[in-house]
C-alpha cells in the first residue's frame, strides 16, 4: 500500500447522505416548520416514507444506529401505538398522497412482530396511497426472523428485504459482539424466497476487531453464495465518543488503515468475480439489478438509506430519532423516546431538530450527489443549472488540484472525474464543495 493512500484514507468525511449534513442541523426547526412544509406539499407529490423502530434483542458492540435493547411486550406495543398516531398527524397536515416507496430501519423492525407490523401497515394503507410503491423494503437481524414472521411480512407488500451480516468468520463475531452463523442468514433467504420475497440485501462490513483479509474474502465468498440481488459493503466507523457500546470493543483489535483498504479491496474483487457490479462507494448489484441500470444510466439518488433509486418528491419520517426531507429543507425527529412519544401524544410533530435549505445548499447537494454516485461533475455546470456563474464555487480548486497531485481525480477545466484509484475516496473530493465542513467541530469517521 503506497504512502498517499495510506494518508489519504487516515483523512475523515461526512457519509453525504444528506447535505447539509446532520451536524448542522438547527433546533430552530420545529413543529411550526413541519407543518408549514407538509401543507405547502402539493397534492399530486410523490412521497417516501421512512419508519424508525428503535429496539433490538441486544446491542451488538459495533453498532451505531439509534437504537436500544427490549426485552418486554409493553414498550414495542406503545411504540407502535405512538407510531400510528403520527402517521395519522401527518396526513391530516398534508394533502399529498403519493406512495411511490416505503423503507423501514432501525433497529430492526422485524423485533414488532406479525401483529404489531401488520396493523401499523394497515394505518399506513388507511391514510395514504400505496398502491403505487415501486419498493417496501425492510432492515433487520436474521436471528430474529422466523416463518411467521416473513409470511406477515409477504402479506404487508414488503418487496425488497436487507439482512445484517456483516461478518461470517466466528473469531470476529464474537470480537464485534454479534453470534450470527452463516446458517442462520441462508435459512431466512430461503424463507424470504420461499413467500416471494425476492428482492435481497445483505449488509457486510470490513474493518472489524480480529478481520483480516481473509477473513473479508470469505464473508464476501459465502455472501455471494446465497446470491442476493444487492450488498453493501461498509466501513466499520469506531466512533465511542459517539456511541458508547463501541466502549466494548478493542480498539487494539481493530486494522489498521492499510488493512482497511485491502479488506475492501478483497471484498470488491470476490463480489465482481461472482458477477456483481460496483455501484457507488460501496453497494454492488446484479447488472439487471434497478440499482445498477440507474448507476449506467445516472439517474440514481443517494439519501439516508444510502443508494437508492428513489426520486419522490419528499421524505415524510415517523418515528424517533428519524429524519426527513421536504422540497424546503431537512426534518429531525427527537433522538429521546420520550420526548418522542411526548409531543405525538400531546397532537404535535416532534420534529426539533433540521435545516432550511438556501439557493446555494441545494447547488452544492447537487454536485455533491452527482459525485457521491456517478464519480465525475461539472461543478460549472452544476453552478449555471441553479443559477449561478460557472465560476460560483472555485473556491474548491485547491482541494481538487491536491487530490488530483494524489491521483484521486482527474481535472478538465471545472469537470471533475474521480480516478479508479481515488473512487475509494471519493467522499474527499465531495467535502471539497461542502461550505459547512471548515467552520464544524464534528468528528467524521475514516474516509475509507
Same mark, same amino acid.
Given at each position: 500500500?503506497?504512502?498517499?493512500?495510506?494518508?489519504?484514507?487516515?483523512?475523515?468525511?461526512?457519509?453525504?447522505?444528506?447535505?447539509?449534513?446532520?451536524?448542522?442541523?438547527?433546533? $430552530?426547526?420545529?413543529?411550526?416548520?413541519?407543518? /408549514?412544509?407538509?401543507?405547502?406539499?402539493?397534492? $399530486?407529490?410523490?412521497?417516501?416514507?421512512?419508519?424508525?423502530?428503535?429496539?433490538? %434483542?441486544?446491542?451488538?458492540?459495533?453498532?451505531?444506529?439509534?437504537?436500544?435493547?427490549?426485552?418486554?411486550? !409493553?414498550?414495542?406495543?406503545?411504540?407502535?401505538?405512538?407510531?400510528?398516531?403520527?402517521?395519522?398527524?401527518?396526513?391530516?397536515? /398534508?394533502?399529498?398522497?403519493?406512495?411511490?416507496?416505503?423503507?423501514?430501519?432501525?433497529?430492526?423492525?422485524?423485533?414488532?412482530?406479525?401483529?404489531?407490523?401488520?396493523?401499523? +401497515?394497515?394505518?399506513?394503507?388507511?391514510?395514504?396511497?400505496?398502491?403505487?410503491?415501486?419498493?417496501?423494503?425492510?432492515?433487520?437481524?436474521?436471528?430474529? +426472523?422466523? %416463518?411467521?414472521? +416473513?409470511?406477515?411480512? !409477504?402479506?404487508?407488500?414488503?418487496?425488497? !428485504?436487507?439482512?445484517?451480516? &456483516?461478518?461470517?468468520?466466528?473469531? =470476529?463475531?464474537?470480537?464485534?459482539?454479534?453470534? &450470527?452463523?452463516?446458517?442462520?442468514?441462508?435459512?431466512?433467504?430461503?424463507?424470504?424466497?420461499?413467500?416471494?420475497?425476492?428482492?435481497?440485501?445483505?449488509?457486510?462490513?470490513? #474493518?472489524?476487531?480480529?478481520?483480516?483479509?481473509?477473513?473479508?474474502?470469505?464473508?464476501?465468498?459465502?455472501?455471494?453464495?446465497?446470491?442476493?440481488?444487492?450488498?453493501?459493503?461498509?466501513?466499520?466507523?469506531?466512533?465511542?465518543?459517539?456511541?458508547?457500546? &463501541?466502549?466494548?470493543?478493542?480498539?487494539?483489535?481493530?486494522?489498521?488503515?492499510?488493512?482497511?483498504?485491502?479488506?475492501?479491496?478483497?471484498?470488491?474483487?470476490?463480489?465482481?468475480?461472482?458477477?456483481?457490479?460496483?455501484?457507488?462507494?460501496?453497494?454492488?448489484?446484479?447488472?439487471?439489478?434497478?440499482?445498477?441500470?440507474?448507476?449506467?444510466?445516472?439517474?440514481?439518488?443517494?439519501?439516508?438509506?444510502?443508494?437508492?433509486?428513489?426520486?419522490?418528491?419528499?421524505?415524510?419520517?415517523?418515528?424517533? $430519532?428519524?429524519?426527513?426531507?421536504?422540497? *424546503? #429543507?431537512?426534518? #429531525?425527529?427527537? +433522538?429521546?423516546?420520550? #420526548?418522542?412519544?411526548?409531543?405525538?401524544?400531546?397532537?404535535?410533530?416532534?420534529?426539533?431538530?433540521?435545516?432550511?435549505?438556501?439557493?446555494?445548499?441545494?447547488?452544492?447537494?447537487?454536485?455533491?450527489?452527482?459525485?457521491?454516485?456517478?464519480?465525475?461533475?461539472?461543478?460549472? %455546470?452544476?453552478?449555471?443549472?441553479?443559477?449561478?456563474?460557472?465560476?460560483?464555487?472555485? @473556491?474548491?480548486?485547491?482541494?481538487? @488540484?491536491?487530490?488530483?497531485?494524489?491521483? =484521486?481525480?482527474?481535472?478538465?477545466?471545472?469537470?471533475?472525474?474521480?480516478? *479508479?484509484?481515488?473512487?475509494?475516496?471519493?467522499?474527499?473530493?465531495?467535502?471539497?464543495?461542502?461550505?459547512?465542513? *471548515?467552520? $464544524?467541530?464534528?468528528?467524521?469517521?475514516?474516509?475509507?
Amino acid at each position: 500500500m503506497d504512502a498517499a493512500s495510506l494518508a489519504l484514507a487516515e483523512r475523515s468525511a461526512p457519509r453525504y447522505t444528506s447535505y447539509p449534513t446532520a451536524p448542522h442541523f438547527s433546533k $430552530s426547526i420545529g413543529d411550526a416548520e413541519m407543518r /408549514t412544509w407538509l401543507a405547502s406539499l402539493d397534492p $399530486s407529490a410523490s412521497l417516501s416514507l421512512y419508519l424508525h423502530v428503535p429496539f433490538c %434483542a441486544s446491542i451488538c458492540a459495533y453498532c451505531g444506529c439509534h437504537t436500544k435493547a427490549v426485552r418486554q411486550e !409493553a414498550p414495542l406495543d406503545l411504540y407502535a401505538q405512538t407510531l400510528k398516531s403520527e402517521i395519522a398527524l401527518t396526513a391530516q397536515a /398534508t394533502r399529498a398522497r403519493r406512495v411511490t416507496s416505503i423503507h423501514w430501519g432501525g433497529g430492526t423492525p422485524g423485533i414488532l412482530g406479525p401483529s404489531r407490523f401488520a396493523a401499523i +401497515v394497515s394505518v399506513l394503507r388507511e391514510f395514504f396511497e400505496l398502491a403505487a410503491a415501486a419498493e417496501h423494503a425492510i432492515e433487520f437481524d436474521p436471528r430474529l +426472523v422466523d %416463518a411467521g414472521l +416473513v409470511e406477515a411480512l !409477504a402479506e404487508a407488500g414488503i418487496t425488497r !428485504a436487507s439482512l445484517g451480516v &456483516q461478518d461470517f468468520n466466528a473469531h =470476529v463475531q464474537a470480537a464485534s459482539g454479534r453470534i &450470527q452463523p452463516f446458517e442462520t442468514v441462508a435459512r431466512v433467504v430461503k424463507l424470504l424466497r420461499g413467500a416471494g420475497i425476492a428482492a435481497i440485501n445483505l449488509d457486510l462490513m470490513y #474493518g472489524l476487531p480480529k478481520q483480516s483479509v481473509d477473513d473479508a474474502a470469505r464473508t464476501a465468498s459465502l455472501a455471494a453464495s446465497l446470491a442476493p440481488q444487492r450488498l453493501a459493503v461498509f466501513g466499520y466507523a469506531h466512533v465511542p465518543w459517539f456511541k458508547s457500546n &463501541q466502549k466494548l470493543i478493542d480498539a487494539a483489535a481493530l486494522p489498521g488503515v492499510g488493512e482497511r483498504l485491502a479488506q475492501a479491496a478483497a471484498m470488491r474483487a470476490i463480489l465482481e468475480e461472482h458477477g456483481y457490479e460496483a455501484i457507488g462507494l460501496d453497494h454492488f448489484a446484479r447488472p439487471e439489478d434497478p440499482l445498477a441500470i440507474a448507476a449506467r444510466e445516472k439517474r440514481m439518488r443517494r439519501n439516508f438509506q444510502g443508494y437508492t433509486i428513489d426520486a419522490a418528491d419528499a421524505l415524510l419520517p415517523f418515528g424517533v $430519532s428519524s429524519i426527513g426531507r421536504l422540497p *424546503q #429543507g431537512y426534518v #429531525g425527529n427527537a +433522538v429521546d423516546l420520550a #420526548g418522542w412519544r411526548r409531543a405525538i401524544e400531546a397532537g404535535g410533530f416532534a420534529t426539533d431538530r433540521g435545516v432550511g435549505f438556501t439557493r446555494e445548499d441545494i447547488a452544492r447537494a447537487d454536485l455533491i450527489e452527482r459525485l457521491m454516485c456517478d464519480f465525475e461533475v461539472d461543478y460549472g %455546470a452544476a453552478a449555471m443549472r441553479h443559477g449561478y456563474a460557472s465560476d460560483a464555487f472555485d @473556491e474548491a480548486q485547491a482541494s481538487l @488540484e491536491a487530490l488530483a497531485k494524489d491521483g =484521486v481525480v482527474d481535472m478538465q477545466g471545472r469537470r471533475v472525474i474521480v480516478t *479508479q484509484r481515488g473512487r475509494p475516496f471519493v467522499r474527499l473530493v465531495a467535502a471539497a464543495f461542502d461550505a459547512y465542513l *471548515q467552520s $464544524s467541530a464534528a468528528r467524521h469517521s475514516s474516509a475509507v
